[in-house]
Protein backbone atom coordinates (compact mmCIF):
# COMPACT_ATOMS: atom_id res chain seq x y z
CA UNK A 1 0.00 0.00 0.00
CA UNK A 2 1.51 3.32 -0.97
CA UNK A 3 2.17 5.94 1.17
CA UNK A 4 3.03 9.37 1.42
CA UNK A 5 3.43 11.38 4.34
CA UNK A 6 3.90 15.28 4.27
CA UNK A 7 5.87 17.59 6.22
CA UNK A 8 7.10 21.66 6.96
CA UNK A 9 4.15 23.70 6.35
CA UNK A 10 3.86 26.56 8.27
CA UNK A 11 3.43 30.15 8.53
CA UNK A 12 5.96 32.99 6.59
CA UNK A 13 6.23 36.53 5.82
CA UNK A 14 5.76 37.73 2.23
CA UNK A 15 9.02 37.20 0.41
CA UNK A 16 10.44 34.55 2.20
CA UNK A 17 10.96 30.65 2.01
CA UNK A 18 9.95 27.54 3.43
CA UNK A 19 10.26 24.06 2.51
CA UNK A 20 7.75 21.25 2.60
CA UNK A 21 8.83 17.33 2.60
CA UNK A 22 6.82 13.97 1.47
CA UNK A 23 8.40 10.60 2.75
CA UNK A 24 6.69 8.37 0.51
CA UNK A 25 6.34 4.11 0.37
CA UNK A 26 4.90 1.21 -0.60
CA UNK A 27 5.56 0.63 -4.47
CA UNK A 28 8.01 -1.08 -6.19
CA UNK A 29 7.66 0.07 -9.81
CA UNK A 30 10.74 1.70 -10.62
CA UNK A 31 8.93 4.13 -13.11
CA UNK A 32 7.20 7.31 -11.57
CA UNK A 33 6.81 10.46 -10.84
CA UNK A 34 5.93 12.40 -8.01
CA UNK A 35 4.36 15.96 -8.30
CA UNK A 36 3.17 18.93 -5.84
CA UNK A 37 -0.04 20.25 -5.87
CA UNK A 38 -2.05 22.70 -3.91
CA UNK A 39 -5.45 23.59 -3.16
CA UNK A 40 -7.36 26.41 -1.58
CA UNK A 41 -11.09 25.82 -0.10
CA UNK A 42 -13.63 26.67 -2.90
CA UNK A 43 -11.01 25.96 -5.80
CA UNK A 44 -9.69 23.12 -7.22
CA UNK A 45 -6.56 21.63 -6.68
CA UNK A 46 -3.94 23.18 -8.85
CA UNK A 47 -0.72 21.23 -9.61
CA UNK A 48 2.88 22.69 -8.68
CA UNK A 49 5.70 20.98 -9.98
CA UNK A 50 6.42 17.36 -10.92
CA UNK A 51 9.13 15.13 -10.97
CA UNK A 52 9.70 12.09 -13.41
CA UNK A 53 11.97 8.67 -12.32
CA UNK A 54 14.82 9.85 -14.03
CA UNK A 55 15.06 13.46 -12.59
CA UNK A 56 13.04 15.60 -15.65
CA UNK A 57 10.97 18.11 -13.97
CA UNK A 58 8.16 20.33 -14.95
CA UNK A 59 6.79 23.63 -12.98
CA UNK A 60 3.25 25.40 -12.89
CA UNK A 61 3.97 29.23 -14.92
CA UNK A 62 3.10 30.77 -11.44
CA UNK A 63 6.21 28.88 -9.42
CA UNK A 64 8.58 28.90 -11.99
CA UNK A 65 11.86 30.49 -10.73
CA UNK A 66 10.36 30.62 -7.14
CA UNK A 67 10.14 26.78 -6.07
CA UNK A 68 12.31 24.29 -6.87
CA UNK A 69 11.06 20.57 -6.65
CA UNK A 70 13.49 17.33 -5.59
CA UNK A 71 14.09 13.75 -4.73
CA UNK A 72 16.67 12.16 -2.46
CA UNK A 73 16.02 8.51 -3.80
CA UNK A 74 17.75 7.33 -0.79
CA UNK A 75 15.72 8.43 1.34
CA UNK A 76 12.37 8.30 -0.14
CA UNK A 77 11.47 11.68 0.09
CA UNK A 78 10.63 14.53 -2.07
CA UNK A 79 10.91 18.02 -1.74
CA UNK A 80 9.63 21.33 -2.82
CA UNK A 81 11.55 24.25 -2.05
CA UNK A 82 9.62 27.30 -1.90
CA UNK A 83 11.08 31.24 -2.34
CA UNK A 84 9.90 34.33 -2.84
CA UNK A 85 6.61 33.72 -1.37
CA UNK A 86 3.14 35.39 -2.11
CA UNK A 87 0.18 35.34 0.03
CA UNK A 88 -1.16 34.13 -3.29
CA UNK A 89 0.72 30.77 -2.55
CA UNK A 90 -1.07 29.92 0.56
CA UNK A 91 -3.09 26.56 0.39
CA UNK A 92 -2.85 23.17 1.22
CA UNK A 93 0.10 21.31 -0.36
CA UNK A 94 -0.14 17.64 -1.05
CA UNK A 95 1.97 15.65 -2.28
CA UNK A 96 1.35 12.49 -4.85
CA UNK A 97 2.80 10.07 -7.02
CA UNK A 98 1.12 8.90 -10.30
CA UNK A 99 2.26 6.88 -13.54
CA UNK A 100 2.80 10.41 -15.92
CA UNK A 101 4.86 13.69 -15.21
CA UNK A 102 1.73 16.05 -15.56
CA UNK A 103 0.82 18.66 -13.60
CA UNK A 104 -3.28 17.26 -13.94
CA UNK A 105 -4.58 15.75 -10.83
CA UNK A 106 -6.28 13.15 -13.06
CA UNK A 107 -2.65 11.70 -13.15
CA UNK A 108 -1.90 10.42 -9.79
CA UNK A 109 -3.23 7.73 -7.74
CA UNK A 110 -1.80 7.97 -4.36
CA UNK A 111 -1.93 11.02 -2.40
CA UNK A 112 -0.73 12.19 1.08
CA UNK A 113 -2.80 14.26 3.50
CA UNK A 114 -1.67 18.03 3.25
CA UNK A 115 0.37 20.35 5.06
CA UNK A 116 -0.46 23.52 5.25
CA UNK A 117 1.21 26.75 4.00
CA UNK A 118 0.38 30.35 4.99
CA UNK A 119 1.94 33.44 3.93
CA UNK A 120 0.83 36.87 5.60
CA UNK A 121 1.44 39.74 3.37
Known amino acids: QAQLTESGGGSVDAGGSLRVSCDYS????????LGWFRQVPGKEREGVAGIDYDGTTRYADSVKGRFTISQDNSRNTLYLQMDQLGPEDTAMYYC???????????????WGQGTQVTVSS
Open 96 to 110: AAGSALSLMATWFNY
Open 26 to 33: GWSFSRYC
